[in-house]
Structure formats: C-alpha cells, structure tokens
C-alpha cells in the first residue's frame, strides 16, 4: 500500500457520476434489490416518486470511489457511512448526474488515518448527509 498524504482542507478531485437505467437494472441482480420504485415508472409514480429512483446504496457506493481513487486501494477504506436526504430520480431518456466532491476533515498522524467529508448533489440537491469515510494512509 503507497503512502497517501493528506491535510486538513485538502480537496479531492470532483466527479459526475452518470446513472441510467440500465445502471439501475445492473445494480438490481448484483445487489437483489429488485424493488419496483428503481425500474417501475408506473409504480414509482404512484408512490409519490418523481420517476423511478437510484438504489441509496449504488449512490452511495458511486459516492465513495472519489476517495478510493485518491487513497489508491478500496481495502484502505476502514468505515464509511451516510445519511440519504434526497432520492436520485432517474429519467428515461437522459438518466441522472451526481456530482461528487470531498475534502479531508481531520488526519491522525499517530495512527496514519484521515476522515473525508464526502458531497454528493443531484440537481442542486444534497442526496447524502454527514457522508464520512475514514482511510488508512498507509
């Protein structure tokens, strides 16, 4: 494992994150989670939905590669957790785009680990909360 150095305030290179339908249904038989509010317009609709939704879990997952792209190693990554404020509603035609930003909030020198806030947006719209991942440095 390299050696990553991180201070306070340091920025990560952003990302959009393209999310269509197709992602969706690859999502579903990797993870199981068949429900019809991710493929089902009609139904998402009829819940109160805006269109069918991403998974929180693949926005999530999506969320966090701007940290293990910067750290090198998804095995570096010691917690990770989240809060989900919006849904990512995914249009037929042009899919959705999340956009990715995260900046390192504090460093343990002593135990070589950093913890990064993580921002993920739709539209304006925060779709994660209080989005931290904590990383071994090496």
Same mark, same amino acid.
Request: charged share 20%; aromatic share 6%.
């Given at each position: 494992?390299?050696? &990553?150095?991180? /201070? &306070?305030?340091?920025? #990560? *290179?952003?990302?959009? $994150?393209? !999310?269509?339908?197709?992602? !969706?249904?690859?999502? +579903?038989? +990797?993870?199981?989670?068949?429900?019809? $509010?991710?493929?089902? /317009?009609?139904?998402?609709?009829?819940?109160?939905?805006?269109?069918? $939704?991403?998974?929180?879990? #693949?926005?999530?997952?999506?969320? @966090?590669?701007?940290?293990?792209?910067?750290?090198?190693? =998804?095995?570096?990554? !010691? /917690?990770?957790?989240?809060?989900?404020?919006? *849904? &990512?509603?995914?249009?037929?035609?042009?899919?959705?785009?999340? /956009?990715?930003?995260?900046?390192?909030?504090? &460093?343990?020198?002593?135990?070589?680990?950093?913890? @990064?806030? $993580?921002?993920?947006?739709?539209?304006?719209?925060?779709?994660?909360?209080?989005? #931290? =991942?904590? @990383?071994? !440095?090496?």
């Amino acid at each position: 494992m390299a050696q &990553v150095q991180a /201070e &306070v305030g340091q920025q #990560l *290179p952003t990302r959009t $994150i393209h !999310l269509d339908r197709a992602a !969706l249904v690859r999502y +579903a038989g +990797a993870s199981g989670d068949f429900n019809p $509010i991710h493929w089902d /317009e009609r139904f998402a609709t009829a819940v109160g939905l805006p269109d069918v $939704i991403a998974h929180g879990m #693949l926005t999530m997952g999506a969320a @966090v590669q701007v940290v293990v792209d910067w750290v090198g190693d =998804a095995g570096t990554v !010691l /917690e990770y957790s989240t809060r989900f404020s919006a *849904p &990512v509603p995914v249009s037929y035609d042009g899919g959705a785009d999340v /956009e990715v930003s995260a900046v390192v909030k504090s &460093v343990d020198a002593e135990t070589r680990r950093a913890v @990064v806030e $993580i921002t993920a947006t739709h539209d304006g719209a925060k779709v994660l909360t209080r989005a #931290l =991942a904590t @990383v071994a !440095l090496g």
